[in-house]
Every structure is written in C-alpha cells, then in structure tokens.
Nanobody, 121 residues
Framework: QVQLVESGGGLVQAGGSLRLSCAAS????????MGWYRQAPGKQRELVAL???????NYADSAKGRFTISRDNAKNTVYLQMNSLKPEDTAVYYC???????????????WGQGTQVTVSS
C-alpha cells in the first residue's frame, strides 16, 4: 500500500502564498506522474498541475503563471507552490501519484486525503 501525507494547507488572504507538500511512502516501486487536484464545494474535482517522471509539467489555465509544481524524487515528494492566491482557489487540494507495479503493467494511482486551502477576499 502507498500512503500520501499532505501538508501546507490553511487560511490565507487574497494575494498571499501557500506551499503544499505531499510525501509518498509504503510499497513504492517506480513512481511515474505526480499531481495536484482540487475540489471546491459543489464542483467536480479538477486537475491543477501535473509533473511526470521526466520533470515535464502541465497546468490548468487558472494556475498558469501563479502555481509551480515540483518534485523531489529522492524523497518521493511533490510540491505545489501557490502564489497570488485568489478566493476562487478555495478548495480541498488532493495529491495524486501513479506507479507501475509490474513490468509491462498498467498504472496504479493513489490519492491523498486532501488538505483545505481557503483564500479570503
């Protein structure tokens, strides 16, 4: 089993910054992609940022220019630096990682429990 421990959420005023961290532990064989999703009340979960094993990144349009995703492979940790936060960024943020368990096998994905980010106006 893989466990994801998230931290860094909290309450911040508009224009402020937060840095989210997610550390993976357990039965780790080969982590591929790592990412951050968020879900606001009454909304569907959406991708915020993704980083693959080669370091290539992908961002939601709403996050471009404000958020930065990074990873520390030695620590099996992914980060999300969030700057210039807006009230519409308020949501529960979920860490996601994927790994291949068997040679030639498919991807297995894991989710964190979520960390609350609240941005006041």
């Amino acid at each position: 089993q893989v466990q994801l421990v998230e931290s860094g959420g909290g309450l911040v005023q508009a224009g402020g910054s937060l840095r989210l961290s997610c550390a993976a532990s357990g039965s780790i064989f080969s982590i591929n992609a790592m990412g951050w999703y968020r879900q606001a009340p009454g909304k569907q979960r959406e991708l915020v940022a993704l980083i693959n094993s080669g370091g290539r990144t992908n961002y939601a349009d709403s996050a471009k220019g404000r958020f930065t995703i990074s990873r520390d492979n030695a620590k099996n940790t992914v980060y999300l630096q969030m700057n210039s936060l807006k009230p519409e960024d308020t949501a529960v943020y979920y860490c996601n990682v994927g790994q291949i368990l068997l040679p030639g096998g498919g991807m297995t994905v894991y989710w964190g429990q979520g960390t609350q980010v609240t941005v006041s106006s």
